[in-house]
């Protein structure tokens, strides 16, 4: 996958839990980005009915992305603990708590599937693959993704065989990617990640995190990314399949900051209720706290009640608009080179 040959230098984040649709991928691929499915907390079946579906809608290539399988559990005492404490709020919405399972999100069978639908590109989230899956992915004709946030992934991912790294700021909305989630893990700012991971590897970069606008898209490729990576931006098109609660807490000014609270995994989303009251005493278990909160997060996403919910968004959330994701992709492209162009000028003056 070249990326420098992409006609708007945008690639839509995987946006897991719903938001991600093959209707949105092939919109933004219609605008000449790189669309992308969301594979996690889906069964394989229903990933491989998305990616027909996809296909089935636009003939451009596309993107899949998957969980890395996460680290064992830390604290089963804890986990209980936290359920304790989450009863009256599944008691409020007339439902009980989920088994807190830990388990792998049927990994092997979905980096299988992306090699027997010849995926053009897969990528990975929350870890590094390991060499030998990297290789199967190639032998399929896939190109490997890895998602980092420092330069020491960077160099991990790299040494496995990736093709390419999306570089994942502290800005960014959904679940932080870094390999091992620890309170200790240095948290960078895109712009400081990027200089970083640049001088460390020589791979094409993918920039990700609260670039809302064009002449954000412009700054990260000044800085020498290959292309703007935009989640949250386009979870008020119509194509996305985000919640009418999370759709209008997302249209409002509200502050976010990361959370375990709703799936004992960092996570940046609008601060609310659920967040206020239980951010304190969540574990540092996923995917265990994640299926434990499920029910409670559905029942209030029916409900249209948006204080028990994970509102994920990135610190830009409140620059997205409501319009078709087309017009969105379009409208970041043109804005970039508008910037591009006014930066090339004012240089030019200066020197």
């Not at 980092?148 to 994942?168: C, F, H, W």
């Amino acid at each position: 996958m070249d990326l420098t040959k992409l006609a708007v230098p945008i690639v839509q984040a995987p946006l897991a839990g719903g938001a991600s649709t093959p209707e949105l991928a092939a919109a933004v691929n219609a605008a000449g980005g790189l669309g992308f499915l969301a594979a996690g907390y889906k069964t394989t079946g229903a990933v491989r009915e998305d990616i027909r579906k996809l296909r089935s809608l636009s003939e451009a290539p596309f993107g899949v992305n998957i969980f890395a399988p996460p680290a064992p559990v830390r604290d089963a005492a804890a986990i209980a603990a936290y359920a304790d404490s989450l009863r009256r709020d599944a008691e409020r919405h007339g439902t009980t708590l989920g088994d807190p399972r830990h388990d792998d999100d049927y990994f092997d069978a979905k980096v299988e599937l992306a090699c027997n639908e010849h995926v053009p590109v897969v990528s990975f989230t929350f870890g590094c693959p390991e060499p030998a899956v990297v290789r199967r992915l190639h032998e399929a004709g896939c190109d490997a993704w890895v998602t980092v946030t420092n330069p020491d992934e960077a160099l991990l991912a790299q040494s496995v065989g990736a093709d390419a790294l999306v570089v994942q700021g502290f800005e960014a909305g959904g679940h932080r990617a870094y390999f091992t989630d620890s309170p200790d893990t240095e948290e960078l700012g895109l712009l400081a990640a990027l200089q970083l991971v640049r001088n460390r590897v020589g791979l094409p970069l993918v920039a990700a995190g609260a670039i809302a606008d064009g002449t954000a898209v412009a700054a990260v490729l000044c800085a020498g990314a290959a292309a703007a990576q935009i989640g949250s931006a386009l979870m008020l098109a119509p194509e996305a399949g985000t919640s009418e609660p999370h759709r209008a807490a997302l249209a409002e000014e509200g502050s976010t900051r990361l959370t375990r609270a709703f799936s004992g995994r960092q996570a940046r989303g609008i601060v609310n209720r659920f967040m206020r009251e239980h951010d304190a005493d969540a574990p540092a278990a996923y995917p265990d706290v994640h299926y434990l909160t499920t029910p409670i997060r559905n029942a209030a996403r029916q409900a249209g009640d948006p204080e028990r919910l994970n509102l994920w968004a990135g610190q830009a959330h409140a620059l997205a608009v409501p319009a078709p994701a087309a017009e969105i992709v379009r409208g970041l492209g043109a804005e970039a080179r508008d910037a591009a162009k006014s930066l090339a000028l004012r240089l030019e003056r200066a020197g």
